[in-house]
Nanobody, 121 residues
Framework: QVQLVESGGGLVQAGGSLRLSCAAS????????MGWFRQAPGKERELVAV???????DYDDSVKGRFTISRDGAKNTVYLQMNSLKPEDAAVYYC???????????????RGQGTQVTVSS
């Protein structure tokens, strides 16, 4: 089993930055992909970014050039650096991890509880 704990959410002004962290514990040796999803009120949960052990990354078009996903294998942690934040980026951000590369929330083996990101205009 794997546990995921997100941190780093908060309130930021538009144009500002935040860095989210997701620390994995437990049987982390099986993890191949880790990613971030988000869900805003009244909207479906959507992929933000995903990264694999092999270095493959994918981003939603809306965050390309502003967000960067990275991993620290030694710490079993994935980060999401969010720059130039916009009010439309406000959402609950969720971490996900799995044994294969996936881009849909439901396909991941392990999922976090989420951290709130609020962007004021």
């Amino acid at each position: 089993q794997v546990q995921l704990v997100e941190s780093g959410g908060g309130l930021v002004q538009a144009g500002g930055s935040l860095r989210l962290s997701c620390a994995a514990s437990g049987r982390t040796g099986s993890l191949y992909a880790m990613g971030w999803f988000r869900q805003a009120p009244g909207k479906e949960r959507e992929l933000v970014a995903v990264s694999s052990v092999g270095g493959r990354t994918d981003y939603d078009d809306s965050v390309k050039g502003r967000f960067t996903i990275s991993r620290d294998g030694a710490k079993n942690t994935v980060y999401l650096q969010m720059n130039s934040l916009k009010p439309e980026d406000a959402a609950v951000y969720y971490c996900a991890a799995g044994r294969s590369y996936k881009t849909t929330w439901g396909a991941y083996d392990y999922r976090g509880q989420g951290t709130q990101v609020t962007v004021s205009s």
